[in-house]
């Protein structure tokens, strides 16, 4: 049955609190279940898959079932691509570190490279598990894809951050939401927005 107005409005609110709360709840279980570490990429690939499949209105499947199958499938890819997301980002924090100290010209110059590929890289991330569940493509592919469509789709990203940015405000001041909704709404804002982006694209090419 199909419900408008304010009644439905109630509705979808009430059910997307109950899959968010869910899903969070699988997400921290998870993540445990592999000793922190090896367990967030895999979780966190998993909850995107799940939220992913809501948004394209896919409404009735088994939400555990589902959550378990791509934490198997996706264990040892996902950590891999953890393992480099780490490794990067700690080189680029660390040269960013070490040149701002710098007092030459040419460090300072090379400190603003940095600074660039920084942006890029967190671009990158914004993107990242959007575009590695939604679409079917080799290791090296997800990162192109993800920074070229953040890079290209501005107006997007822009709407990300500052989502995510309310999201962490909203737990800022409400901190009990934390342990309820804290992977969950972040990841939502994400991969919500990252879709539109798929969504607008693939009508543009359809257009040229």
């Not at 408008?4 to 899903?23: A, E, M, S």
């Not at 409404?59 to 040892?76: G, Q, S, T, V």
């Not at 960013?96 to 460090?107: A, N, P, R």
């Not at 110059?109 to 993107?127: P, T």
């Amino acid at each position: 049955m199909q419900l408008n107005g304010l009644t439905g409005i109630i509705y979808k609110t009430g059910v997307w609190t109950i899959r968010l709360f869910y899903t969070n709840l699988l997400w921290i279980v998870f993540t445990l279940l592999g000793l922190g570490v090896f367990g967030l990429m895999p979780a966190t690939v998993s909850l995107f898959a799940v939220l992913r499949q809501w948004i394209i209105k896919k409404e009735d499947f088994p939400i555990f079932k589902n959550f378990l199958y791509y934490y198997r499938k996706e264990f040892i890819k996902s950590n891999l691509f953890g393992l480099l997301f780490l490794v990067v980002g700690f080189i680029i924090r660390v040269d960013i570190i070490f040149l701002k100290e710098s007092s030459t010209l040419f460090l300072q110059i090379l400190s603003g490279v940095m600074l660039c590929i920084g942006l890029l890289f967190f671009i990158i991330l914004l993107y990242f598990f959007p575009v590695y569940v939604h679409f079917d493509i080799s290791f090296t592919q997800h990162l192109k894809y993800a920074l070229i469509i953040g890079v290209s789709q501005v107006s997007s990203t822009i709407i990300m951050v500052l989502g995510l940015a309310l999201v962490f405000c909203l737990y800022w001041y409400i901190s009990g939401l934390i342990p309820l909704f804290f992977m969950s709404l972040f990841s939502l804002n994400l991969m919500w927005f990252g879709y539109r982006s798929f969504v607008k694209i693939e009508y543009e090419q359809q257009q040229v």
